[in-house]
């Protein structure tokens, strides 16, 4: 399943490496991109319990999950 996810707080190349590199880390992601131009991580994953991980491992990172 895809997944877009809006986060509020990216600035640069730096904060999405953070994101994905954090975010891929989870058992079930398959493939994890962050993009700070429009504030968005796409989430390819198994299962939509993997989406709740995802937001609060953005949160723990410290940004914010608008969607």
Request: hydrophobic residues 35%; charged residues 25%.
């Amino acid at each position: 399943m895809e997944k877009i996810i809006k986060v509020s707080g990216m600035h640069c190349k730096s904060c999405e490496m953070l994101l994905s590199d954090s975010i891929s880390e989870i058992p079930g992601v398959q493939k994890v991109s962050a993009d700070s131009k429009t504030g968005q991580v796409q989430l390819i994953c198994n299962d939509e319990s993997v989406v709740g991980l995802a937001k609060k491992a953005i949160e723990k990172e410290g940004y914010k999950v608008i969607s």
